[in-house]
Structure formats: C-alpha cells, structure tokens
C-alpha cells in the first residue's frame, strides 16, 4: 500500500456519521491497522451495501473481485494491507447497472464512468462525495476523486490467441489515447508529448468525451454475444492473470466478509490460483491500484487535491533543478 497523508480524526462528514464496523485498531496476521484505515473501509463498506442493495433490486450479478475475493477466502474480510474493494459483474448486467445509475445512485453516491465524467478507464466507480481517495496516477485528472468502490465489467474475449492478441493490441491503443486526452498536465521538457494531447483534443471535442468513450466501450464489448468461453477485465487493463473461463462464474457463493455476506463466482480457486498462485499464504502487496496516496473522510477532494498538485509541482521543479545543475557541472 501506498504511503497515506492521514487527515481525518473521526467519522463525521458532510454526508453524515458512517458506522458499520469496529473502527478500534487492531491487529490481523501480525499486521496493524490503524483507527483511520478503519474509517476509510467504512466508507468503503457504505458504498458496497449501496451498489450490493441496488444489484439485488434489479436481480444483477455481482461478485468480489481482486483483493476482495482473496479477503473473502482468505481473512473473511478485507486483506489488513489492503485498502480498497473490488468487485465484477458480466458485462451484460454491467451495461444495466450503467442505465440504471442515474435513478439508483443520488447524493451523497456518485456513479462514475467514461459518461459521468472525464474519466478514462473501462470500468466504473462508485464514488463518496465530500471524501478524498487520491491514488499517485490520478493527480494529473479532472475527475471525481472521492472515496471509492472498484466494479469492473467482465468482457467476452476471443478464443483464438492470434485474434485476442489483435484485440487487446486496439484496446490499448484507444486506452492511452483517452488517458492522454483527460490528462490536464502538459510537459515541461516535452513538446511531443504536448502536440500529441492538442491533436488529440482536437479529434475528440467535436463528438465530446463520452461519445467517443462509447466508441472504446463498444470495442470492448463486441465478443459479448458470442459462444466464445473466456472473460477478462479487458476493457481496465490487460494481464494474463484476469484471462478467466466463463464457467467459473455459472454459480454464486455467498461468504462472509467483515459485516455482510459477500457473493464470491463458484470458481473461486482457480480465478485466485491464476491470480496469486499460493493464495492461501499471505503476501504483502500493494492492491490493484497501487495504493492510496491521501485519504481523507472529513473533506472533498476538491478541497484537497489543489494541495497536493502545488507539492508535486514544487518536487518535480526541484527533480528538474537538480538535474539541471549536474548537466552544468558535467560539462564545466
């Protein structure tokens, strides 16, 4: 996990007092976690038992993903290092939740994708308004940066290698194009790097962001009706280790984790075997998103992230000076 700048002393905020857990510090498997990770998961675990109490209105399948699953079977609840929750849902149930959110989802829940917001990945977040979960990447981004929950579509995929390889090769294509498009920063050192956002800019303001996020959310989906057998967090991010077989999710499985009980895909072992290998034995990682730079329960990040790109601006200009002198002194 990544190091956390710790703002919050107590559980009320702007949206209210959020106790569903103990938030004493304690230790699991010889690891301590500290009061405020605790405040931290209890939102998490509002924004879960909202999204789970919306899916179980409208009859979707949903099911713990990443470090949750592995918390599910390994902890019966969260990983003690980890700090986020993941979930997944068939692409197909997915796309209702997205139709559905406007309605379901009011303050202080934000529903966030590529149509809500300038945000440029292939899945979606639900959001905590008047909090701040700000990870390394996101700085540079617009976007809601709220506390947040992870749900990720599981897109069909080819069964032939050639042709999967094709596909993912396209994805990432139109992936780094629309994290270059959101990404407000403009390089110092780098006049390239700057052409190719204006260029990019002006493709994509003509149709808007959404529309052309509908273009990359479509790619994605065009195996859904297909007989193919394999799934993936695709539309996110590739890796072998999120290629899955259809079948491990033909069954739901209700476990414990923390307070509630958790729907976990039947086919639990592999999906973790291919993940984490040994699963059973703990390892200390960071979670899917590398880690949460600052929390913070009481404030938005509205309040708080113009802080945080005045620092960072004022460490990359000293990496630059120092760089800059040791250029001068090699060349006296």
């Known amino acids: 996990m990544g190091s956390l700048d710790i703002k919050n002393k107590n559980l009320e905020t702007n949206v209210g007092t959020l106790i569903i857990m103990n938030l004493q510090q304690e230790t ?56 986020d929750i993941d979930m997944a849902m068939p692409r197909e149930d997915y796309d209702k939740l997205q139709v559905i959110a406007n309605d379901e989802f009011h303050y202080p829940y934000f529903f966030q994708t590529g149509y809500t917001d300038l945000f440029p990945y292939g899945m979606a977040k639900l959001r905590m308004e008047g ?21 990720f579509p599981l897109d069909t995929v080819p069964d032939d290698e050639m042709q999967l390889n094709r596909f993912i090769e396209n994805i990432e ?22 052409w190719k956002i204006i260029k990019l800019k002006g493709k994509v303001n003509p149709q808007g962001f959404s529309n052309y996020f509908r273009a990359y959310d479509e790619f994605c989906k065009q195996f859904m009706n297909t007989t193919n057998k394999r799934v993936s967090l695709i539309s996110w991010k590739w890796q072998p280790r999120y290629l899955r077989e259809k079948e491990w999710y033909d069954n739901t499985i209700m476990l414990p984790f ?43 990040y509205k309040e708080v992230l113009p802080q945080i790109r005045k620092k960072h601006r004022w460490d990359n200009w000293n990496a630059r000076k120092d760089w800059l002198l040791k250029i001068i002194h090699l060349h006296r």
């Open 28 to 83: 699991r498997n010889g690891y301590d976690i500290s009061a405020e990770i605790k405040k931290l998961w209890a939102v998490e675990m509002e924004l879960l038992k909202k999204l789970m109490e919306v899916c179980e209105k409208h009859h979707l399948k949903i099911w713990a993903e990443g470090g949750t699953l592995l918390g599910t079977i390994r902890h019966k609840g969260y990983i003690p290092w980890d700090d």
């Open 173 to 194: 294509v139109k992936r780094s194009e629309m994290k270059l498009y959101c990404n407000h920063v403009f390089s110092w050192t780098n006049p390239k790097y700057n």
């Open 258 to 300: 923390e307070d509630i009980m958790m729907p976990v895909p039947s086919g639990y072992n592999e999906i973790l075997t291919i993940q984490f290998g040994d699963y059973m034995t703990p390892i200390q990682a960071p979670s899917m998103h590398g880690g949460i730079e600052i929390f913070d329960v009481e404030h938005s």
């Open 131 to 151: 909090t701040t979960a700000i990870t390394a990447g996101s700085i540079p981004y617009e976007f809601h940066q709220g506390i947040f929950i992870d749900i």
